[in-house]
């Protein structure tokens, strides 16, 4: 799981402002999640990326943004539209789609009051 | 889409006993099933996983059987030990280009 980071560990916001979560790898993986996990809950899939400059939605993208400008980084951002946004944001990565192992980042706390 | 179903919620499990943690999938499709162990606050770690075209598989304490018919996983933990103590999480893919669909996770408590 080394190889992948993110930044910051934990994250305060105001309701109403957009929120960016940063996450990089220098695994060369070519393919990055997004995940949020809230209280007693499995993780969920919010976005993917295959490749540099696409990207595609998972079960629960309403709120979210992403963009995959270069390989090694895949940002998230949280925007005001989403309703519950506290949670825990884990980033991963894996060399090619999801029938491969996924290495996860170390996380980071956002919490909106 | 895929759906996990993962049990049970909470184990305990006397130290040096075994622990069995079962989970199905909906999507005959898929096919590849990870097992994740998750301490509090940190990242998901893989432990073991395994794919369609294999029924078993072994890495020391660890196993996983897999049975494709009734589309049920098992991760079987032999020798527990306090250490095993976190949450674990099944998922599931359909190995196309989406992410992984993951189970509710099980909380495995090894009493001393």
């Known amino acids: 799981d080394g190889g992948i980071t993110q930044s910051p560990k934990y994250l305060f916001r105001k309701e109403g402002q957009n929120v960016t979560l940063s996450c990089e790898q220098n695994l060369n993986h070519d393919a990055m999640y997004w995940y949020r996990q809230d209280p007693g809950q499995g993780l969920r899939l919010i976005y993917y990326?295959?490749?540099?400059?696409?990207?595609q939605k998972g079960d629960i993208a309403e709120g979210y943004s992403v963009s995959r400008e270069k390989k090694e980084s895949f940002p998230l951002t949280v925007t005001s539209a989403q309703k519950n946004p506290t949670a825990f944001y884990l980033c991963a990565s894996s060399p090619m789609g999801a029938s491969y192992e996924q290495y996860f980042g170390p996380g980071t706390r956002l919490t909106v009051t | 889409g895929e759906n996990v179903e993962q049990h049970p919620s909470t184990l305990s499990v006397q130290e040096g006993d075994s622990a069995v943690i079962k989970c199905t999938y909906s999507d005959s499709a898929s096919n590849y099933f990870p097992w994740y162990k998750q301490e509090l606050g940190k990242r998901p770690q893989l432990i073991i996983d395994?794919?369609?075209?294999?029924g078993e598989k072994k890495d020391q304490r660890i196993a996983v059987t897999l049975n494709k018919t009734a589309k049920h996983f098992s991760l079987h933990i032999t020798e527990t030990q306090p250490e095993d103590s976190a949450v674990y999480f099944c998922a599931a893919s359909g190995g196309g280009a989406d992410g992984l669909t993951f189970g509710k996770g099980t909380h495995l408590i090894i009493q001393p």
């Open positions: 395994i794919r369609s075209n294999v």
């Open positions: 990326s295959q490749i540099v400059n696409d990207f």
